[in-house]
T-cell receptor, first 111, second 114 residues
């Protein structure tokens, strides 16, 4: 079964601390993994995807196929990073046309 | 920058009534999607639409649901006879290419069924 698990509902850190938002997935083929972010009163928007291997706003995520994980990391959190973060999966074979979301993790960065 | 728009932002309806949620995808996009999020739960895929037909639908998307692209710009989700459990935030999304690529989301329509 296709599934995305984000074990933490809330992650609370102080400004300048490192951040790691966990994401594990279950998928039988070769998935495409994404992180979407929703800032307060804004729409869901793409933060990054594993195929582009880029860093956006200081965030990075590495796909670990052995551990079936796609954790989101940032070395130094900023207050403006406070938001809801969703890990999502899209299948290459089967489920090609949809995103499967995790439950989301709320990141709260305190001054 | 072009955005996906959705109307209305909030819809209140009585159980058993029909509702139509409207979306205007980004103009050069070819793939369209509806998702929903029940309060406190995860965002769930409902249906994808390409080339004027449904390309995939979830088990949630039963006979009470239908989608349509009535003209060159709108993309609608119809719920024929609403139930209390249909209360949720409904998100429309569009993508220039398939779901391997970025999906652009609308702001959502909050549907409340009383």
């Amino acid at each position: 079964a296709q599934r995305v698990t984000q074990p933490e509902k809330l992650l609370s850190v102080f400004k300048g601390a490192p951040v790691e938002l966990k994401c594990n997935y279950s998928y039988s083929g070769s998935p495409e993994l994404f992180w979407y972010v929703q800032y307060s009163r804004q729409r869901l928007q793409l933060l990054l995807r594993h195929i582009s291997r880029e860093s956006i706003k200081g965030f990075t995520a590495d796909l670990n196929k052995g551990e079936t994980s796609f954790h989101l990391k940032k070395p130094f959190a900023q207050e403006e990073d406070s938001a809801m973060y969703y890990c999502a999966l899209s299948g290459v074979s089967g489920g090609y046309n949809k995103l499967i979301f995790g439950a989301g993790t709320r990141l709260a960065v305190h001054p | 920058e072009p955005e996906v728009t959705q109307t209305p932002s909030h819809q209140v309806t009585q159980m058993g009534q029909e509702v139509i949620l409207r979306c205007v995808p980004i103009s050069n996009h070819l793939y369209f999607y509806w998702y929903r999020q029940i309060l406190g739960q995860k965002v769930e895929f409902l249906v994808s639409f390409y080339n004027n037909e449904i390309s995939e639908k979830s088990e949630i998307f039963d006979d009470q649901f239908s989608v349509e692209r009535p003209d060159g710009s709108n993309f609608t989700l119809k719920i024929r006879s609403t139930k209390l459990e249909d209360s949720a935030m409904y998100f429309c999304a569009s993508s220039e290419k398939g779901a391997k690529y970025e999906q652009y989301f609308g702001p959502g329509t909050r549907l409340t069924v009383t």
